[in-house]
């Protein structure tokens, strides 16, 4: 592939993208869209993203099935955007043109044979029967006011085996009123130098004819393979949302749509700030989620986790690309755990409005390394709690939990085993409760009975914060209120991502602040 050719393309040249993810994406194992789903991904994909052209559904799979794509199509008409709705159809003659007819539509894409092997062994029939039944439904569908676009299917085997057989079969039909003629890499097993030169082929020896490229990804390689296929001159490309598809899945529209641009310098039609949520969209009907890391698209992708990145970031924005998060109407974050630093902190800090001093940062700073060490991240949600946590917190605490060791029964009582230092000496203790604090507070009020000076607060209110949004592992503020001696209350905080473990902390905080 003629490398300086791709990194100079002109940025006039205009790409149009064929969205199938209603129809090849339901492939997916596990994957059917009810027709109320399909209805609105289809209004977000054409009214929203701007995809040029959308696939459906295959004809004659069920009355449901028609009922939905009635129903798109009835939008799309009122909407102008009719012939950009597209069913697959089968080599049958009328019925799948009456089927998609019926369901209001006006574009069949023709599932044909672009594989001798396929003709042969799954038809069983010569080539030239094939082409003649092909002519057949194509006439038919365009008798009936249906336009016709035909896909090669296993197109790229086809090709390998015998190109003789694919040229044959083109030549058999391009007399005829076809919109698009469609290359399948239907196994996913081209790679980009195999796709250039097969549809350079195609593209030099058919010039007047259209062609799209439909790839799939088993081998990782669809994003390059559409790179190849546009610089060899393919005007149409195929992809799914969140690379749903058979195996694999399909080309990544994300993926596709800012390397197109951002790589070859294509024009395209795609409204990108709509890229994510749509993405969204389909994760929630399709019960398929995209990974953490998936480009563009994953939830991870705009999140700096090095602490020296934040610092380039800070400094001059050393780690940004053109790859930005606001395109797609995202923001860049900074993570906060073992690996932050000053900048990750400070970065955060910003976001929220809060301002500390460098003193009170760095313990901030410290307490969120050291809870990392425990948790994979803190979230931003988090700092607040953890903030308050700190600033409360007193440089010297006479009483200093070591190790704890709950069990907890249905229909019985909680244990614990507690050993907590005190002035630097060691004490353990088990107790019992009602619960696993209740049992805490026993062993606890046990140890302190041989300190006179050393005295658990009553506790008048506990209660337990989450943050919004906080998964199974979030971390979770204890805030207790207690009522001193002198009849004056105070309120102490613990954060861990053991609620449990956090209203200790709370309570050692209290017995410490009073500490004589």
């Known amino acids: 592939m003629p490398h300086n050719h791709l990194l100079n393309m002109q940025s006039s040249k205009q790409i149009t993208l064929m969205d199938t993810t209603l129809r090849d994406g339901e492939q997916t194992q596990g994957v059917s869209f009810a027709p109320a789903e399909k209805l609105s991904l289809a209004q977000a994909l ?19 099935e028609q009922e939905a794509v009635k129903q798109i199509n009835d939008w799309a008409s009122a909407n102008g955007h009719l012939d950009k709705v597209e069913v697959l159809g089968f080599v049958d003659h009328t019925r799948s043109v009456d089927w998609i007819k019926g369901a209001g539509g006006k574009v069949i894409n023709l599932l044909a044979k672009g594989s001798e092997k396929h003709c042969l062994t799954q038809l069983r029939q010569q080539p030239e029967q094939h082409i003649e039944r092909v002519r057949q439904t194509i006439e038919y569908a365009r008798s009936q006011g249906v336009a016709v676009n035909v896909y090669l299917e ?17 030549n058999g039909i391009k007399d005829l009123e076809v919109g698009h003629y469609m290359l399948p890499d239907t196994l996913g097993v081209m790679s980009p130098l195999e796709v250039s030169e097969a549809i350079s082929d195609m ?35 195929h992809c799914t949302v969140n690379c749903l598809g058979e195996r694999a899945g399909n080309a990544s529209l994300a993926e596709v749509s800012v390397v197109l641009q951002d790589k070859m310098g294509i024009n395209l039609n795609i409204d990108e700030k709509h890229i994510v949520d749509v993405s969204q969209m389909v994760e929630s009907f399709s019960g398929k989620f995209v990974s953490g890391n998936a480009p563009i698209l994953g939830k991870d992708v705009f999140t700096q986790t090095a602490g020296i990145h934040a610092d380039g970031d800070k400094k001059g924005n050393l780690y940004v690309t053109k790859l930005s998060p606001e395109r797609f109407a995202r923001k860049r974050t900074y993570a906060l755990g073992k690996l932050a630093g000053k900048a990750s902190l400070e970065n955060n800090l910003d976001e929220l409005g809060i301002k500390l001093s460098a003193e009170d940062q760095k313990k901030v700073l410290d307490k969120v390394i050291a809870l990392g060490d425990s948790k994979q991240t803190v979230t ?12 409360e917190s ?4 006479r009483v200093v939990l070591i190790d704890s060791k709950t069990s907890s029964h249905l229909n019985g009582e909680s244990e614990i085993s507690l050993t907590v230092s005190i002035d630097g000496v060691e004490h353990s203790e088990r107790g019992q409760g009602n619960g696993a604090y209740d049992a805490f507070a026993d062993a606890l009020d046990k140890i302190l009975a041989s300190h006179d000076d050393l005295k658990r607060p009553k506790l008048l209110d506990y209660q337990v914060h989450i943050p919004k949004g906080g998964k199974t592992n979030a971390l979770t503020e204890a805030s207790i209120t207690w009522e001193l001696e002198n009849g004056r209350k105070m309120t102490t905080r613990g954060v861990n991502s053991n609620q449990v473990v956090a209203a200790m902390y709370a309570t050692l905080k209290a017995i410490n602040s009073t500490a004589k």
């Open 46 to 64: 054409l009214g929203r993203l701007n995809v040029d052209r959308i696939e459906v559904a295959s004809a004659g799979v069920s009355q449901g």
């Open 203 to 237: 593209v030099s020896r058919f010039p007047d004819l259209a062609f799209d490229f439909h790839p799939h990804n088993d081998y990782g390689l669809a994003t390059a393979n559409v790179m190849a296929a546009v610089d060899a001159g393919i005007d149409s490309i």
């Open 394 to 397: 007193r440089d010297t605490q």
């Open 154 to 170: 296993d197109w790229s085997n086809g090709y390998s085996d015998s190109p003789e057989y694919v040229y044959n079969f083109i």
């Open 380 to 391: 931003s949600e988090d700092l607040p709690f953890i903030i308050a946590d700190v600033l």
